[in-house]
């Protein structure tokens, strides 16, 4: 779609400078692809995002709200309508609450969720050391339940709080949330889709802890991550969803032979083969023709359905 011209005056006298039209996504995404977005905007804070998102939906103009673009592909014609970026505002961390056995630290949604992490490690916290290394915003790692080295988002956010489709902020507490493998849903009285709210912030429920034992334990989960996974060249982090039963996804990859193919420039790793890394001159087109492949030779293989873990987006 074309913006219409009284919604682009509007973001233009509202944003100024915070304002992109016609932004390359290949800017704002791990994989570095992606056509461009028909406008990119900054919010500076929820107010301010709330306000956007009400004209958006009057003007009945589409928006996709990101955090750090570590999880997402965008085809190669890019997105139509407005691109909301939460990092540059939304992004501060701080203690709420703390007892001689908790601390509860909320942390907004477009921080880095390394950032969170370090924050945890600098007061002392321990429950947050098994999100090192995982790329992206604390946002997008609660929408989608990211975990690794046997922990997950879901056994330390204690609540969120997040924009309804009408511009109405509300908080939603951790009874009220269903948790799944690498994704994350609850209970509204409209019954209105999780795909229809923002995630503005998520408290996590922190404990004290030892200093030289969380830094010990931090250095070795480091460690071990960045031994096993390719860091050299642009990628999403894994592409695909470990199945319920049996192996994981890198697994069967890589026993289906696949380490190293390649399409275009886009190639499954020799690392780590449920990574697909961009060799330098790939497009979503090169990523998606390849974890297509993929599918098809480890189902034709074993028999299971490789399902996407990236958000795949745009036209």
């Known amino acids: 779609m074309t913006i219409p011209e009284l919604v682009k005056d509007h973001l233009k006298t509202q944003f100024g400078e915070r304002v992109r039209f016609d932004e390359p996504m290949s800017a704002h995404t791990t994989f570095k692809v992606g056509g461009p977005a028909d406008a990119y905007v900054m ?27 570590s999880n997402l592909l965008v085809r190669d014609k890019g997105i139509r309508g407005v691109v909301i970026s939460l990092t540059e505002g939304l992004k501060t961390i701080e203690q709420i609450e703390r ?14 969720l390394a950032a969170l992490c370090r924050y ?12 090192l290394g995982i790329p992206g915003s604390v946002g997008g790692a609660i929408l989608m339940n990211a975990g690794a080295s046997g922990g997950a988002m879901e056994n330390v956010v204690a609540g969120i709080h997040i924009l309804s489709p009408d511009g109405e902020i509300k908080s939603i507490e951790r009874a009220a949330l269903s948790w799944s493998y690498r994704g994350l849903s609850f209970t ?3 019954g209105a889709e999780m795909d229809r709210f923002i995630i503005l912030s998520g408290d996590c429920l922190l404990c004290p802890g030892d200093r030289r034992s969380l830094r010990d334990s931090a250095r070795g989960i480091a460690r071990k991550r960045w031994s096993a996974q390719p860091g050299r060249f642009p990628s999403a982090g894994c592409f695909f969803k470990n199945p319920e039963i049996g192996e994981p996804a890198g697994k069967l990859i890589e026993m289906s032979g696949l380490k ?17 890394i961009n ?14 492949k993929v599918r098809g030779i480890v189902y034709q293989k074993f028999g299971v359905k490789l399902a996407p873990e990236v958000k795949i987006t745009g036209e």
């Open 279 to 292: 060799r330098g001159r790939a497009s979503a087109g090169d990523i998606l023709e390849l974890s297509e």
């Open 188 to 190: 509204n009285d409209k």
């Open 43 to 69: 919010a500076a804070d929820k107010n301010e995002l709330a306000a956007l998102v009400r004209q958006l939906n009057k003007s009945n103009v589409p928006y996709l709200v990101m955090g750090k673009g």
């Open 260 to 276: 190293g193919f390649r399409i275009g420039g886009a190639e499954v790793s020799e690392k780590h083969a449920n990574f697909i």
């Open 99 to 112: 007892t001689p056995s908790a601390v509860l630290v909320r942390a907004m949604a477009g921080a880095k």
């Open 120 to 131: 945890a490690l600098q007061h002392n916290l321990s429950g947050m050391n098994f999100a």
